[in-house]
Antibody
Framework: QLQLQESGPGLVKPSETLSLTCTVS??????????WGWIRQPPGKGLEWIGS???????YYNPSLKSRVTISVDTSKNQFSLKLSSVTAADTAVYYC?????????????????WGQGTLVTVSS | EIVMTQSPATLSVSPGERATLSCRAS??????LAWYQQKPGQAPRLLIY???TRATGIPARFSGSGSGTEFTLTISSLQSEDFAVYYC??????????FGQGTKLEIK
């Protein structure tokens, strides 16, 4: 059963760079044929797609965050990572990594399941 | 960007009754819509995709309908474990997927 686990600092200072890693177990990023995603959720608010990455390193980013976001992949570690620069209090959120839903061996882009448990990142001095 | 609007923001329903949640898209998303359930402290869980197809393991009391700009999630007979926040998500504009702001389903 595929599982995803986010990790990284829970506290980041304003203007610094937020860095998170998603570790995948029970499946291989390098043998996948879909985009792995990052999604965030500010406390008490809705969900926002941040960006997605293919095993080859091809990426898509949300235009609203594109200037500050970098997503990368390390297939040797079965991980993909998120960097968000110049953070402010508005970037305080639970950050999730997720995979497209697969059924009967077919995975389709667009909707996500499973998700990691999420990690809260607070931006504060 | 396609804006998803959910209504109502909060819905109070008694256990055993039917709940109907709405989601509207700012432009047509065809049937490219998903519904998620989120409980406190947990990640969202996929319920419905393709507007009406239940994900693996989702009980039959959950059903989705609609196309274009108007969608509905119906829970036919509410169980205690169904009280949660529900989000719709469009993926017609993939990879720029967008979510609604959520409907909180609470016990009446």
């Amino acid at each position: 059963q595929l599982q995803l686990q986010e990790s990284g600092p829970g506290l980041v200072k304003p203007s610094e760079t937020l860095s998170l890693t998603c570790t995948v177990s029970g499946g291989s990023i390098s043998s996948s044929s879909y985009y792995w995603g990052w999604i965030r959720q500010p406390p008490g608010k809705g969900l926002e797609w941040i960006g997605s990455i293919y095993y080859s390193g091809s990426t898509y980013y949300n235009p609203s965050l594109k200037s500050r976001v970098t997503i990368s992949v390390d297939t040797s570690k079965n991980q993909f990572s998120l960097k968000l620069s110049s953070v402010t209090a508005a970037d305080t959120a639970v950050y999730y990594c997720a995979r497209p839903y697969c059924t009967n061996g077919v995975c389709e882009e667009g909707w996500f399941d499973p998700w990691g448990q999420g990690t809260l990142v607070t931006v504060s001095s | 960007e396609i804006v998803m609007t959910q209504s109502p923001a909060t819905l109070s329903v008694s256990p055993g009754e039917r709940a109907t949640l709405s989601c509207r898209a700012s432009q047509s998303v065809s049937s490219n819509l998903a519904w998620y359930q989120q409980k406190p402290g947990q990640a969202p869980r996929l319920l419905i995709y393709g507007a009406s197809t239940r994900a693996t393991g989702i009980p039959a009391r959950f059903s989705g309908s609609g196309s274009g700009t108007e969608f509905t999630l119906t829970i036919s007979s509410l169980q205690s474990e169904d009280f949660a926040v529900y989000y719709c998500q469009q993926y017609n504009n993939w990879p720029l997927v967008t979510f609604g702001q959520g409907t909180k389903l609470e016990i009446k």
